[in-house]
T-cell receptor
Framework: NAGVMQNPRHLVRRRGQEARLRCSPM?????VYWYRQLPEEGLKFMVY????????ESGMPKERFSAEFPKEGPSILRIQQVVRGDSAAYFC????????????FGNGTRLTVT | DQQVKQNSPSLSVQEGRISILNCDYT??????FLWYKKYPAEGPTFLIS?????DKNEDGRFTVFLNKSAKHLSLHIVPSQPGDSAVYFC?????????????FGTGTLLAVQP
């Protein structure tokens, strides 16, 4: 998992607050993916971004969730007005550009909503 | 609708023996399959993959078998080592080899007993 950096590792928010999760892809990687793992479940695709573009957000909840990958800086997954059901591990993965190579995942951010 | 299923939540194997982890899928459009390994508090790490044009791929102690007619794949680890103890996720993609929007199974916890 070396290379894809996610922070914070742990984030505690009260219901109604905002959560911001950051992901810096591996050097040279221009594609970023966000996945969510709910307790006792597998990872679920949320969104796929390239620099300044959202390519596929079909896995994102319709409300409160947004993602960006600006020209400079990390990718951000933003959750507004968090609810207890948002508690999960959020994983970022990156890819250089060849879609036949595997995704490299970060160590995740564990979000707990109290 | 769980398109990728790992029906065994856990598996215990003696060190030195073979570990066989199974995965079934329902979507006949899937054409690329991967296995990831995950330790607690870390992100998934890519292990091995197989394209639907093959029925076997081997990498050291790890071999993945694909049976398209049965929509079934398996991961063989031989010989198993205590360091192999982790959660193993099967994942599938239907984008002609592209690894974005991977569909993950719920994982199998492998425990290798010394």
């Amino acid at each position: 998992n070396a290379g894809v950096m996610q922070n914070p590792r742990h984030l505690v928010r009260r219901r109604g607050q905002e959560a911001r999760l950051r992901c810096s892809p591996m050097k040279g990687h221009s594609h970023v993916y966000w996945y969510r793992q709910l307790p006792e479940e597998g990872l679920k695709f949320m969104v796929y971004l390239q620099k300044e573009n959202i390519i596929d957000e079909s896995g994102m909840p319709k409300e409160r969730f947004s993602a960006e990958f600006p020209k400079e800086g990390p990718s951000i997954l933003r959750i507004q007005q968090v609810v207890r059901g948002d508690s999960a591990a959020y994983f970022c993965a990156s890819l250089q550009g060849n879609h036949n190579s595997p995704l490299h995942f970060g160590n995740g951010t564990r979000l707990t909503v109290t | 609708d769980q398109q990728v299923k790992q029906n065994s939540p856990s598996l215990s194997v003696q060190e030195g023996r073979i570990s066989i982890l199974n995965c079934d899928y329902t979507n006949s459009m899937f054409d690329y399959f991967l296995w990831y390994k995950k330790y607690p508090a870390e992100g998934p790490t890519f292990l091995i993959s197989i394209s639907s044009i093959k029925d076997k791929n081997e990498d050291g102690r790890f071999t993945v078998f694909l049976n398209k007619s049965a929509k079934h794949l398996s991961l063989h680890i031989v010989p198993s080592q205590p360091g192999d103890s982790a959660v193993y996720f099967c994942a599938a993609s239907g984008n002609g080899g592209a690894t974005n929007k991977l569909i993950f199974g719920t994982g199998t916890l492998l425990a290798v007993q010394p």
